[in-house]
């Protein structure tokens, strides 16, 4: 049996190989490319390799017969080569890596009648992969549930008491800790107080010297007197809450404060109170909303009664702040500044406690300011008429108004046009028409009280002598004007309500006759 070898040394990762051919095939539907049995490859690169590949220029996919089952790598992957010129033949497993100077069995097939025009041969250097891709790592934990907060009064033989609550209630069960903080005022705490920054906050006495562990469903209870009949306290307690840590330590696991967590503020209001809720002043009608002129005069009123017949007190406050000396069911504000604007709500009080009021508001509007008024103006059928305003402030809104009527923005006829600071507007009529004549004035709204401009008249003009359409020009469209004032000089009123019927009386006889033909004529050619 002949046999005939080749050895081939490449560059980097090209294979050293080892072809031992086979005895002419004995089918011969058969061509072998290396026994199946002693297709040898030694790897003489610099390191391991962990796929060899063999590229077949000539032959296509479906002309490979059979492959060799390599017992490291298993059996071969084939694709075409690109544009199908021949086959790529991959031996290749991510648990295995031949290591340098090793010996690989390898082996391909093909159907007779496939010729071989070229072959390359290559080890991929590469280590050994792991067996299975590492498990993705689990998804973080959802962040920790804000802690609940509740808030009530409840009662001792030694009065009334307040108490604050606070409870784990984290969906996964971990503990949380705990520093308390706890501050108050004699007033109702905004909402936007409740910052970290806020001075109040920051004055804030601490109630723990180190974070107290809570865990899941356990409360974290503060207690306090009430506040005294008659007195308003809001009590603000601050709650930095950290995350739970375990630490390794002496042979055992141990809860310790992890990084902060948040910081929860609430501001319980109470009032001192030793009777139920039912027995406060019920509050009929509270404080309506207002709005009054700057130097005018405001009310605000309350009806409130005590459920037992009994007295009941009145304490006025402004945004808040009680206003010294207003203890009557009606507020007066005389006059109106701008200070003056704002909220204002009562303490209505009986022997058992305080009712607080909703706020009624005050908005104080400043008449609106005219710098120029409209002026009159005369014009001739068929110019221009031009109207404006100025005011003083902030920007106004404008309303401009015919013989009372106000004029549609979108008329075409009669143009509005306002300034970009919404401190000057004006009114354009172009094309004059003879019913275009009369009064118009402006009516002023916005951050002030409504206002309306003077009065100013639009009087069509004319030329003077037989200009008896009053257009500004003598011409044929006179003749019939003219014509009705010799015929009846009332129907020449009615038709011509703004043009003098003295334009007719060309001789200047002080009356439109027969006599004035002759200078209507003359006119009208001249």
């Keep these: 049996m002949s046999r005939w070898s080749l050895r081939s040394r490449l560059p980097m990762c090209a294979a050293a190989v080892l072809l031992y051919a086979a005895a002419p095939p004995t089918r011969a539907d058969v061509v072998i490319i290396g026994s ?80 071989i025009t070229a072959q390359r041969f290559n080890w991929v250097p590469g280590g050994l992969n792991p067996p299975y891709p590492p498990p993705p790592p689990p998804p973080p934990p959802p962040p920790l549930a804000m802690p609940r907060i509740t808030s009530e009064i409840f009662y001792l033989p030694t009065g009334p008491m307040l108490r604050e609550t606070l409870t784990n209630v984290d969906t996964l069960q971990r503990p949380i800790w705990i520093i308390r903080k706890e501050t108050g005022a004699a007033r109702e705490v905004a909402l936007e107080e409740l910052m970290v920054n806020d001075p109040l906050i920051q004055g804030a006495n601490q109630l723990d010297l180190e974070p107290e562990r809570l ?162 103006t005369v014009a001739c059928v068929g110019g ?61 709204a916005g951050d002030c009280d409504t206002t309306v401009s003077s009065v100013a008249m639009l009087q069509l003009d004319s030329l003077g002598p037989a200009d008896m359409n009053c257009d500004c020009s003598v011409n044929v469209l006179d003749i019939n004007a003219f014509v009705l004032a010799l015929s009846s000089p009332a129907g020449y009123a009615a038709e011509f309500p703004t043009c003098p019927l003295a334009n007719g009386d060309l001789d200047g006889n002080g009356a439109v006759d027969v006599l004035d033909i002759n200078g209507f004529v003359a006119a009208l050619g001249a």
Aim: proline share 9%.
């Design 384 to 444: 221009s008429a031009v109207f404006s305003v100025t005011v003083q402030g902030t920007q106004k809104e404008y309303f401009w108004r015919q013989r009372g009527a106000e004029i549609p923005l979108n008329d075409p006829h009669l143009v509005t046009w306002i300034a970009p600071d919404g401190l000057s507007s004006t009114l354009t009529i172009d094309n004059v028409l003879p019913g275009d004549a009369g009064s118009y004035d402006v009516m002023l």
């Design 36 to 115: 199946l049995g002693n297709f040898d490859v030694h790897n003489e690169t610099e390191g391991e390799c962990n796929e060899f590949d063999i590229e077949l220029e000539g032959p296509h996919p479906e002309d490979v017969y059979h492959t060799y089952h390599n017992g490291n790598y298993g059996a071969p992957t084939i694709t075409p080569l690109p544009g199908n010129t021949g086959i790529r033949v991959v031996y290749a497993h991510p648990n295995h890596a031949t290591a340098r100077h090793a010996i690989e069995h390898f082996g391909v097939s093909l159907r007779a009648g496939n010729s």
């Design 215 to 376: 865990l899941f469903g356990a409360p974290l209870v503060f207690e306090e007197d009430a506040p005294p009949p008659g007195e308003l306290k809001s009590e603000v307690l601050v709650y930095e809450v950290y995350e739970n840590r375990r630490v390794f330590s002496g042979g055992e696991w141990h809860d310790t404060p992890g990084p902060i967590f948040t910081t929860v503020m609430s501001a319980g209001v109470a009032q001192g109170a030793v009777c139920p809720e039912q027995y406060l002043p019920i509050i009929n009608v509270p404080p309506q909303d207002y709005v009054a002129l700057l130097d005018g005069a405001a009310f605000f009123s309350v009806d409130a009664a005590d459920p037992f017949g009994g007295e009941i007190t009145y304490q006025w406050r402004h945004e808040g702040l009680d206003i010294p000396g207003e203890h009557d069911a009606t507020l007066g504000i005389d006059p109106v500044t701008i200070e003056s604007a704002g909220a204002y709500e009562c303490l209505v009080g009986n022997a058992c406690g305080f009712t607080i009021t909703q706020a009624g508001y005050l908005t104080a509007l400043s008449p609106c300011s005219i710098l120029d008024q409209p002026q009159p």
